[in-house]
């Protein structure tokens, strides 16, 4: 039969993560495997009163179409709190309204890229963006991840070599990675990022749930021209809404709002007025200083059982914020093999694999710490501990 | 300075309509610009219902993240209804819910279109529908529209001459001429087709909206491997809610899946959770019934006025349902004239040529009934022939 679909279709696979959620949907399975916020913080209760309060006012609004910007409101709120929490002076007028931050991604790739442009990925990096960008063909130049930002010769090496036009980072607590930047290393990015003239994607989904250390200057702080920033409502409102954001300077903006159009007009208006409401009616920093609260012991709880289950050669990043934490095992080992023990012992991550562009290493793992309570978290190492020792011991 | 864009948004302008919305936004303007439902219609009290009940089951989980493919209850609704309304068995799992029937154009080109793939388009064609094939460099072929559907001879010289990839269509009341396929041009439509082997996308977001004459089959019936149809809840719920759908066959859905996993990983849950309760806890067709009859009245509203105080040679179409019809000054004159008297007199519209990917018709125009009661319409068309007047004595 004649292939009818687009080249740009033909190599993103399914997200392999969603085909393993499928599997380990079952409620006998203990999963690290998800991305999922922990759904016993979602503020439930604010969210039922929004949603009646905003019927108070010129309620037939609130169901009509809307700008394509986003609500002039709720893009005012996410400015402010820029200047507030980190300082950064970001006008409203250069923030767009997305369907989730991975709609942000989609829209860069859909107004920067051309097939074959270089761009810069984390290696390993974030899945939904390695898709956003290879729908529109981007070749990608992997740069390792280390406990404290990227391997800065690596960086520089492939700038030298290669004419790039963006840099996508995950700089606090990195999906799937759990690492940040430190503040030496974002200030020699964005130095690099002027020298070179390559736009910096500054993705930072999980940037307010910090439980340990401090919180460190956005990138754009060293880079205000050159960075493109996206947030989310999705960790510190809830998800099911889809609202993210993305700001950047005027004439990146002008295409960016060109091709939200040609996308989906504009942004559900009608969850940015009930999330708006939510924001004005409630301390939204005391529901997420509850989450940072929730998430820093549950991460406690997956470090210490790690640290005191599993053998000394698997190792793992000590995230200071954010979802996940990164295990290594030995060299040779594979973590897909070991993923087919933890099935048999009820116990589920993510193998290490999709987030790389290509050149996977096969001994890494994703283990997600949000979506499961304390206790559960250290039953769940108990069984990979014991799924790891029968890996070990088999002909494998 | 370097150009840092991708060559795929530099051709697509920004949306023509949305400039002029902002243009007459002025409440002193009686607008026939716009694509707007009628606010008074909107089921306020069924969706604020709907809102407090969705709270009263497994509430925490209408916040977390959701499927790709959409919640599988609102999809068995359209399922249901495809088969109710119109004799149509469509399989919920043929069903993925959008975020508005605007992502099912941008997923159709993602997955479908190479830069330089040849489609057919309505001339005059959906503006929303050329932007989003001009994203991925679509070739357009358009076929004129007459008033019972495409001119077949132009149909048949363009798919002879060219290898045709699909055919895009709104055949209910069609944006932006208001005319609608006969049940003999559908037949025919899906004949060629079927012997070119041409996908069909038939759009429908007015289908339901007819106040006049007797529903036709969709052209999925003639060709129900070939047809892609995409659908709205814009038109018959509220548009705030950014909800559509898109329904194809297993290959093509497939595809679709990855990506709308790379575009905004799923569609807004919480909406979709809202509406569907509004649909089960309320007579949605007495509903649509209420709006039909109030389109109806409008329409004929503006066909009466226009019949009375328009010259002979100002003709227009006699819609049977949906919220557009399209005007035609004798040959010559230019509606973008007539659009800077028609402001001087306070009343606005959309000349034609946004409607047209290239070789527009200057002496076309857009008029939207479904924004207006009939008093302001009659006021509007009084203005219009105002306007008119003063136009056809000017100098120019």
Redesign the interface.
């Known amino acids: 039969m ?1 292939n ?6 033909s190599d ?4 392999f993560i ?1 085909e393993i959620l499928k599997v380990t949907a079952t409620p006998e399975i203990i999963s690290f495997a ?4 922990n ?2 913080y ?1 503020p ?1 209760d604010g ?2 009163e929004a ?2 309060r905003i ?1 108070d006012g010129d ?8 700008t ?1 910007e986003g609500y002039p409101l709720l893009r005012g709120f996410i400015s402010d709190r820029y200047a507030k929490k980190k300082g950064l002076d970001v006008d409203p007028e250069s923030i767009i309204i ?3 931050s ?2 942000g991604l ?1 829209l860069i790739g ?5 097939e074959g ?1 270089s761009i810069i990925i984390e290696k390993p990096g974030y899945l ?1 963006a390695i ?2 960008f ?3 063909k981007a070749r990608f130049h992997p740069v390792p991840v280390l406990d404290d930002g990227p391997d800065m010769d690596a960086l520089g090496e492939i700038l030298s070599k290669n004419r790039i ?1 963006l840099y996508y980072a995950v700089p606090n607590f990195q999906n799937p990675a759990g690492i940040s930047y430190s503040d030496e290393k974002r200030r020699a990015v964005a130095g690099l990022m002027e020298r070179h ?1 390559v ?1 910096f994607v500054e993705d930072d989904p999980y940037g307010e749930l910090r439980f340990l250390g401090e919180d460190l200057p956005s990138v754009r702080k060293y880079l205000p021209e050159n960075t493109i920033m996206l947030g989310s409502f ?1 960790k510190i409102v ?5 609202l993210g954001w993305l700001s950047a300077r005027s004439d ?1 903006m ?2 960016i ?3 939200k ?11 940015q007025r ?1 999330v708006y409401r939510y924001l004005m009616d409630n301390d939204i920093d005391a529901h997420i200083a509850a989450i940072r609260k929730a998430y820093g012991s549950q991460r406690n709880a997956m470090v210490e059982g790690l640290g005191r289950r599993m053998p000394a050669d698997f190792s793992f990043t000590l995230p200071e914020g954010g979802m996940f934490l990164w295990a290594r095992l030995p060299e040779g080992r594979s973590s897909m093999e070991l993923f087919d023990f933890a099935i048999g012992e009820k116990v589920a991550f993510v193998p290490g694999n999709p987030f790389y562009a290509f050149d996977p290493e096969p001994n890494t793992m994703r283990l997600n710490f949000t979506n499961s309570d304390e206790g559960t978290i250290d039953e769940g190492i108990k069984r990979l501990a014991k799924a790891y020792e029968k890996y070990i011991h088999s002909n494998k």
Not at 34 to 37: I, S, T
């Open positions: 004649e009818i679909f687009a080249d740009r279709i993103v696979p399914r997200s969603r998800g991305g999922l916020p759904r016993d979602f439930i969210i039922r949603c009646a019927f309620e037939k609004e609130i169901l009509q179409y809307s394509t997305t369907s989730g991975q709609q989609d859909k107004t920067l890229l051309n442009d939904g898709q956003a290879s729908i529109y036009k003239n736009l999705s809830a998800p099911a809404f889809r990146i002008e295409k709002i060109v091709a159009q040609a996308s989906d007009l504009h942004t559900n208006y009608f969850s009930v």
